[in-house]
């Protein structure tokens, strides 16, 4: 199983990032997908997840209307697309199949001036 998350970067507050995850070695069709993140000192939360046929999505209330998750199917890759991005959006962000033991490398994203 392999999970490569691409995208990251430097980016001054207000800007924005598109992370993308490809994933290989397991059914990518058959999992709800998720982006987290884990910033310094702090536990992993959950930033938004994407039902298998992709209808179905959910976001922390902290990136509700700047952040949108997507996937691609045909492309066994998932998107996050960062919007207004803040400071406090800083941290490794990780792609993850729920109900599965499978996390990518994690990318770091870092908003900052």
């Known amino acids: 199983v392999q999970l490569v998350e691409s995208g990251g970067g430097l980016v001054q507050p207000g800007g924005s990032l598109r992370l993308s995850c490809v994933a290989s070695?397991?059914?990518?069709?058959?999992?709800?997908m998720g982006w987290f993140r884990q910033a310094p000192g702090k536990e992993r939360e959950t930033v938004a997840t994407v039902s298998t046929g992709g209808s179905n999505r959910n976001y922390a209330d902290s990136v509700k209307g700047r952040f949108t998750i997507s996937r691609d199917n045909a492309k066994n890759t998932v998107y996050l697309q960062m919007n207004s991005l803040k400071p406090e959006d800083t941290a490794v962000y990780y792609c993850?199949?729920?109900?599965?033991?499978?996390w990518g490398q994690g990318i770091q994203v870092t908003v900052s001036s």
């Open positions: 070695g397991f059914t990518f069709s058959r999992y709800v």
């Open positions: 993850h199949p729920t109900s599965s033991t499978y």
